[in-house]
């Protein structure tokens, strides 16, 4: 399955309660399906309820101005939520709502397969890491979670809301610029793998975090 055939499939999604409780439409993600870096946040809000698009609120606004301090574009990169519907009132997502949406969202990740998973908040860490978490003590970490190599990161919505939150997530995407900096010397100073061993590239490029 493609990513497209992933989204077309979830165009009019009915699998949870979300679909009945006021949603515009499915927000399935968008950006580069080759990305080499997914974001990860919760789920959907008014503004993105209305465009079909994640971040395109606030939230969005500081995240963009976040991707640009790592050098990094929302073209290049891929934004999804863990529930793609929105919950009414803004409501955290529920827990059967999150049980039935990951799937998709693990499909996603599966298809794209970027190198590095940002996660948005502590809904989407814990949602990706399948274990409770406290952000604020695994932010700006690299995590290795079965084949993924996960980066934690603060929600912009919450640094909006406490100004005091705002330092400590500017300071993980200036890592995150210095991880991708030498994943990419890396990949340009490296030669390509000999055949025989076509994973030697990318575990070189993993023990790099
Ligand atoms: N917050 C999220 O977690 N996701 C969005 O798409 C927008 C705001």
Redesign the pocket.
């Known amino acids: 399955m493609t990513l497209q055939e992933l989204a077309q499939s979830l165009h009019n999604c009915q699998h949870c309660k979300l679909a009945k409780l006021g949603r515009t439409q499915v927000?399935f993600g968008v950006g580069n399906p080759n990305a080499q870096v997914m974001f990860v946040?919760?789920?959907?809000?008014f503004?993105?309820d209305r465009q079909g698009?994640?971040?395109?609120?606030a939230?969005?606004k500081l995240l963009n101005e976040l991707l640009q301090s790592a050098g990094l574009s929302r073209a290049e990169i891929y934004?999804a939520?863990?529930v793609k519907c929105r919950p009414p009132n803004n409501r955290d997502p529920e827990p059967d709502e999150v049980e039935t949406c990951k799937p998709f969202l693990f499909q996603q990740i599966d298809l794209i397969k970027p190198k590095l998973v940002c996660t948005?908040?502590r809904?989407?860490t814990e949602t990706i890491l399948e274990r409770k978490v406290s952000i604020t003590k695994i932010r700006g970490q690299v995590i290795r979670h079965n084949s993924l190599v996960v980066f934690p990161l603060l929600?912009?919505?919450a640094a909006l809301h406490q100004g005091n939150l705002l330092p400590s997530l500017r300071e993980d995407f200036g890592k995150l610029k210095h991880y991708l900096d030498q994943v990419n010397r890396e990949s340009i100073a490296a030669p390509a793998p000999p055949a025989s061993h076509p994973d030697k590239m990318q575990k070189i490029q993993m023990d790099l975090f």
């Open positions: 927000v946040g919760e789920g959907p809000g503004n993105e698009e994640p971040f395109v609120g939230a969005g934004i939520n863990v948005l908040g809904w989407s929600h912009p919505a």
